[in-house]
């Protein structure tokens, strides 16, 4: 199973996603079931690693930004994925338009997997500079995201 997290410039909220879901994935016994990456919409950080802010709300919770480098997303990230998750509305429909038509439906915006949730977004933290609360709507997500993912290995 391939999970590809997905943001604007893949520096802030992917890459935490990717280091958050690894830590996640790595814990529950599952490396090699299930593997992890992140890309960005756009390519403008393409091969910077990510922003210190993030970076040092990472280091905080012992996650690792080892070979988290910023690219942007590719036609083979769409064959590869099962699940790709995206942060915003905006990244959602900047995906779903450069999507094959076949693979739109692997597009997810992260809080989908909460009830009454759906529609909510995780606002781009290089914007209000609230990594910490980035790193707690994720970790709010991607449990649920795991358990859903796992559930197709039962």
């Given at each position: 199973m391939n999970v590809l997290f997905v943001c604007l410039g893949n520096i802030c909220r992917s890459p935490m996603a990717e280091a958050m879901f690894k830590q996640m994935v790595d814990e529950a016994g599952l490396n090699g079931k299930i593997n992890v990456d992140s890309a960005g919409t756009s390519n403008e950080e393409e091969g910077n690693g990510p922003h210190p802010g993030a970076a040092k709300?990472?280091?905080?919770?012992?996650?690792?930004?080892?070979g988290l480098i910023s690219r942007p997303i590719t036609r083979q990230d769409f064959e590869w994925a099962d699940y790709i998750i995206c942060m915003d509305n905006m990244n959602k429909y900047n995906l779903q338009r450069i999507a094959?038509?076949?693979?739109?439906?692997?597009?997810?915006?992260?809080?989908?997997?909460?009830?009454?949730?759906?529609?909510?977004?995780?606002?781009?933290?290089w914007y209000t500079h609230r990594f910490e609360d980035t790193y707690n709507s994720l970790n709010e997500t991607l449990p649920l995201w795991l358990d859903k993912i796992t559930k197709e290995f039962s």
């Open positions: 709300t990472m280091h905080a919770h012992g996650l690792s930004t080892d094959p038509a076949q693979d739109r439906d692997k597009v997810h915006l992260a809080y989908e997997v909460i009830p009454g949730k759906e529609d909510q977004e995780i606002p781009d933290p």
